[in-house]
C-alpha cells in the first residue's frame, strides 16, 4: 500500500471531524478574503474626505471579522486535539493488540523491541496531521478564493492564478518522489542508531571496557554518518522547493505591483481596489509558502505512516472467538510427518515428526544444540506452526482448534523468558479474577518462593522492573514457574526452566512438579539431568530427526 494511500485510510477513520474542520476553514477562508473588501471600501471613504456611519459600520465589521477568523481557528484547534488523542489511542491498541499476535514467520529476522519502537512515529502523525489538515487546507482555500477574487478586479490577475497552480503542480510533481524517497531512507538510519543506543543499553556492562567502549562509539559514528547523508539529500529536496517559492515570489511581486499601479495610473483600478488586491495578494502568497515549508511536515507524516504500516501490515494468527468453554478434560497430542524450516532457509530444523503424546505423560527431550528440541516444544505448544505436517490434538487438527481455548489449558516457559514491568501479583496472575489465593499461595509454596515473597517491602504488590532487574536470576525464574503452573493447566512445556538455581532447589522443584499428584502432561529440555530421572520418557533428536523414543 502506498503512503499517500495510508494516509487517506487514516483520515478515513475521523472524516466527519476533517469534514467539519474544512468546513470551518472554507468559512475562515470567506470571512479572511471578505476583510480585503472592508478595508477597500474604508480606504475609499477616507479618499474622499467623508466621515460617516458607514464608515464606522465598516470599521465594526471588519473588527468583528478579525474576531472570527480568531474564534473558527480556535475551533479548528479542538477538533484536531480531539484527532491527536484519537490518533495516539489507536495506534497503542493497534500496537499493544498485534505484538504479542504476529506471526512467528513475521518476526524472523526482525527484533521486537525495534519494531516496538516504530510506535514513537505515531508523535510526528498526531502532530504533523494536525498541521497539515490547519495549515494546507486554511491555505489552499485562501489561494482559492483568493485567485477568484482577484479575478474579479481584472483579467490580468488570472494570468497570476495560472502561474501558481502551474508553480504548485510542478513543485509537487518533481520533488515528491525524492523527498518521500530520502525523508524514508533517513527514517531508517534514525532508527538503527536508536536500535545501536537500545543495544548498548541493554549490555551496558559489556560496554565498559575502553576497547569495547571504542568500538562502541565507532559502530555510532558509522551510523550516523549514514543518517546525515540521507537528512542531506532530504534537506536537498526542500532547499530546492523554498528556492523555487523565493524565484517565484519575486517575480510575482513584481509583476503585481507593477500590473497593479500600471491599472491604477490608467484609471482601470481605483486606489481602494490596488490596496485590497495587494493585500490578497500577500495573504495568497503567504499561503503558498505555508504549502511548500509543510511539505517536509507531510513527507514525515507519510514516511511514519509507512514505517507503522511495516507493523502492522505484519500477518497476524488466525483469531478465534475469545469465548470458549475449558472442554478439555484430557489433553492427548499427534504429531504426524511434521517437518519444519525458517523462512530464507533451505535446511529442515525438524525433518518428519511424527509421535503421540497422552495426558500425564512426563516427557524429556535430549539433543545437542540445533538438533530441533526448542523448536518441537514450540510447535507442541502452539507458539509455531509446522511448514508442513499436520499436529491434531485430541483427534482435531490444530489448523481447525482454537488456539486461544488450547492455550488456556496449557503453560509453557521458553528459554530466557524473564517477568515484566508490574506487580508480582500481576506477573503471576495477569489480573486473571479466576486465580484464588489459594491457588496463588500453593504455586508459591511449590517453587519454594514463599519466604522471599513474605520479605518483600509489599509483598505480592512489590513493583518489578522489566526483566525483574531488581531480582535475583533464580527468583525470576520462579516466579516465572509459578506463572506456568497457578492456573493447574492440563500441559506444560519447559525450556530450561531451572537452569538458574543451585541444583538443591532445583532438585526439590522437579520433584514437586512431576510428582504423582499432578495429572498434568510435562513436556521438558534442559541441561539438568535430574529433569531425565523423574520423567518417564525419552526423547533424543538428532539432525531434526527422532533417533531414540523410549519408555524409562
Known amino acids: 500500500?502506498?503512503?499517500?494511500?495510508?494516509?487517506?485510510?487514516?483520515?478515513?477513520?475521523?472524516?466527519?471531524?476533517?469534514?467539519?474542520?474544512?468546513?470551518?476553514?472554507?468559512?475562515?477562508?470567506l470571512v479572511s478574503l471578505s476583510l480585503p473588501l472592508g478595508i477597500q471600501a474604508i480606504t475609499n471613504f477616507i479618499q474622499s474626505g467623508r466621515a460617516s456611519v458607514s464608515w464606522i459600520v465598516l470599521i465594526v465589521l471588519v473588527v468583528f471579522g478579525v474576531a472570527l477568523v480568531g474564534i473558527l481557528s480556535l475551533m479548528q484547534l479542538r477538533i484536531t486535539e480531539n484527532l491527536q488523542q484519537k490518533i495516539f489511542v489507536r495506534s497503542s491498541f493497534e500496537f499493544a493488540v498485534r505484538l504479542p499476535k504476529i506471526k512467528f514467520e513475521e518476526y524472523y529476522n526482525s527484533y521486537p523491541?525495534?519494531?516496538?519502537?516504530?510506535?514513537?512515529d505515531t508523535l510526528t502523525i498526531q502532530k504533523g496531521t494536525s498541521k497539515l489538515l490547519l495549515d494546507f487546507s486554511g491555505a489552499l482555500l485562501q489561494i482559492v478564493f483568493g485567485i477568484i477574487l482577484l479575478s474579479l478586479y481584472h483579467n490580468y490577475f488570472i494570468i497570476f492564478g495560472f502561474l501558481l497552480i502551474i508553480l504548485l503542480y510542478f513543485i509537487f510533481k518533481f520533488s515528491y518522489n525524492p523527498g518521500l524517497q530520502s525523508s524514508l531512507m533517513e527514517s531508517k538510519y534514525k532508527y538503527k542508531v536508536a536500535a545501536w543506543l537500545q543495544e548498548l543499553a541493554r549490555n551496558n556492562f559489556s560496554f565498559r571496557n575502553q576497547l569495547h567502549h571504542n568500538y562502541a562509539l565507532e559502530k555510532n559514528d558509522h551510523i550516523t554518518t549514514d543518517y546525515l547523508k540521507y537528512r542531506e539529500k532530504h534537506f536537498t529536496v526542500i532547499k530546492s522547493q523554498f528556492t523555487q517559492l523565493i524565484i517565484f515570489k519575486i517575480i510575482i511581486t513584481a509583476s503585481l505591483l507593477s500590473i497593479g499601479g500600471y491599472l491604477v495610473l490608467s484609471q482601470e483600478m481605483n486606489m481602494g481596489q490596488f490596496v485590497a488586491a495587494e493585500i490578497i495578494i500577500l495573504l495568497v502568497i503567504n499561503s503558498v509558502e505555508k504549502i511548500i515549508i509543510g511539505l517536509e511536515t507531510f513527507y514525515d507524516v507519510l514516511t511514519s505512516i509507512e514505517k507503522i504500516g511495516l507493523v502492522t501490515d505484519?500477518?497476524?494468527?488466525?483469531?478465534?472467538?475469545?469465548?470458549y468453554d475449558n472442554c478439555y478434560n484430557s489433553i492427548s497430542l499427534d504429531a504426524?510427518?511434521?517437518?519444519?524450516?525458517?523462512?530464507?532457509?533451505?535446511i529442515k530444523i525438524l525433518d518428519d515428526i511424527s509421535l503421540v503424546i497422552n495426558?500425564?505423560?512426563?516427557?524429556?527431550?535430549?539433543?545437542?544444540?540445533?538438533?530441533?528440541?526448542?523448536?518441537?516444544?514450540?510447535?507442541?505448544?502452539?507458539?509455531?506452526?509446522?511448514?508442513?505436517?499436520?499436529?491434531?490434538?485430541?483427534?482435531?487438527?490444530?489448523?481447525?482448534?482454537?488456539?486461544?481455548?488450547y492455550r488456556a489449558q496449557i503453560s509453557s516457559i521458553v528459554y530466557g523468558e524473564t517477568p515484566f514491568e508490574g506487580t508480582v501479583l500481576e506477573n503471576l496472575s495477569f489480573n486473571d479474577s479466576s486465580i484464588t489465593e489459594e491457588n496463588i499461595r500453593w504455586a508459591l509454596e511449590g517453587v519454594q518462593l514463599t519466604d522471599f515473597i513474605k520479605s518483600l517491602p509489599q509483598g505480592l504488590e512489590t513493583p518489578l522492573f522489566p526483566e525483574g532487574k531488581q531480582l535475583s536470576s533464580s527468583n525470576a525464574q520462579k516466579i516465572i514457574l509459578a506463572r506456568s503452573i497457578i492456573t493447574k493447566p492440563q500441559i506444560l512445556f519447559y525450556e530450561d526452566p531451572t537452569d538458574t538455581m543451585d541444583e538443591k532447589v532445583a532438585n526439590e522443584i522437579i520433584d514437586f512438579l512431576t510428582s504423582d499428584k499432578h495429572k498434568w502432561t510435562i513436556i521438558v529440555s534442559s541441561k539438568n539431568p535430574y529433569w531425565k530421572t523423574k520423567c518417564n520418557r525419552h526423547i533424543k533428536l538428532q539432525k531434526g530427526k527422532i533417533i531414540l523414543d523410549s519408555k524409562i
Open 336 to 346: 504426524e510427518h511434521i517437518s519444519f524450516k525458517f523462512p530464507d532457509s533451505k
Open 314 to 323: 505484519m500477518s497476524l494468527e488466525e483469531d478465534f472467538p475469545i469465548e
Open 1 to 29: 500500500m502506498k503512503p499517500l494511500k495510508r494516509f487517506y485510510n487514516l483520515l478515513e477513520l475521523d472524516k466527519k471531524d476533517v469534514y467539519q474542520l474544512f468546513f470551518y476553514a472554507i468559512f475562515s477562508g
Open 113 to 120: 523491541p525495534e519494531l516496538a519502537n516504530r510506535f514513537f
Open 359 to 405: 495426558q500425564s505423560e512426563r516427557i524429556y527431550i535430549d539433543g545437542e544444540n540445533g538438533s530441533g528440541k526448542t523448536t518441537l516444544t514450540r510447535i507442541l505448544s502452539g507458539l509455531i506452526q509446522p511448514s508442513s505436517g499436520a499436529l491434531f490434538i485430541n483427534d482435531d487438527t490444530f489448523k481447525k482448534i482454537n488456539l486461544n481455548q
